[in-house]
T-cell receptor
Framework: DGGITQSPKYLFRKEGQNVTLSCEQN?????MYWYRQDPGQGLRLIYY???????QKGDIAEGYSVSREKKESFPLTVTSAQKNPTAFYLC????????????FGQGTRLTVV | DAKTTQPNSMESNEEEPVHLPCNHS???????IHWYRQLPSQGPEYVIH???SNVNNRMASLAIAEDRKSSTLILHRATLRDAAVYYC???????????????FGTGTRLTIIP
């Protein structure tokens, strides 16, 4: 079945460590997105990519980095520069055109202790 | 970027219709209106989208105002499984290279009363 997969579902890290969240899709979508969601809040855009080897900062990119070396994959690294990394992280993909739906993964809940 | 405004929360009785409003007064002519919903601890899922005309699918209906400055998501017969946060968003193109952001607001938390 086609879809978008995030792993792991839960992730624990010590403060000051970098951590990479995985996002893979087999929908042949060009566009991929990363969001952060805090408890009771909406989704905030971290980074997005419309094509391989290209990505753009979203609204809250500071302390995060991404890569897009393959169409299927868009990993997100939460660096030690991110002041408050504990959150629910969501990845999405889309064909990139505005009249089609976006698909979301099930999310990764990151807890930094 | 065009923005949307939704009520923070709404309640509805089970098995009754639900009308979820969304205001988007600065919408541009090429913005599609999309609705997604997010169940607890899950990623959002697509519900419906439209441009100018009203739209129906198996999940819901979308009513778009004639001036496109507002829209309403209609759940015809709410069930407990419809309890979720509903997001109304606009799909916008922000550059000449078609670099599109997919921006969400805070949505409406819908509670269904048994």
């Amino acid at each position: 079945d086609g879809g978008i997969t995030q792993s792991p579902k839960y992730l624990f890290r010590k403060e000051g460590q970098n951590v990479t969240l995985s996002c893979e899709q087999n929908l042949n979508h060009d566009a991929m997105y990363w969001y952060r969601q805090d408890p009771g809040q909406g989704l905030r855009l971290i980074y997005y990519s419309q094509i391989v080897n290209d990505f753009q900062k979203g609204d809250i990119a500071e302390g995060y980095s991404v890569s897009r070396e393959k169409k299927e994959s868009f990993p997100l690294t939460v660096t030690s520069a991110q002041k408050n990394p504990t959150a629910f992280y969501l990845c999405a993909s889309s064909t990139g055109t505005t009249n089609t739906e976006a698909f979301f993964g099930q999310g990764t809940r990151l807890t930094v202790v | 970027d065009a923005k949307t405004t939704q009520p923070n929360s709404m309640e509805s009785n089970e098995e009754e219709p639900v009308h979820l409003p969304c205001n988007h007064s600065t919408i541009s002519g090429t913005d599609y209106i999309h609705w997604y919903r997010q169940l607890p601890s899950q990623g959002p899922e697509y519900v419906i989208h439209g441009l100018t005309s009203n739209v129906n699918n198996r999940m819901a209906s979308l009513a778009i105002a004639e001036d496109r400055k507002s829209s309403t998501l209609i759940l015809h017969r709410a069930t407990l499984r419809d309890a979720a946060v509903y997001y109304c968003i606009l799909r916008d193109i922000i550059s000449n290279f078609g670099n599109e952001k997919l921006t969400f607001g805070t949505g409406t938390r819908l509670t269904i009363i048994p």
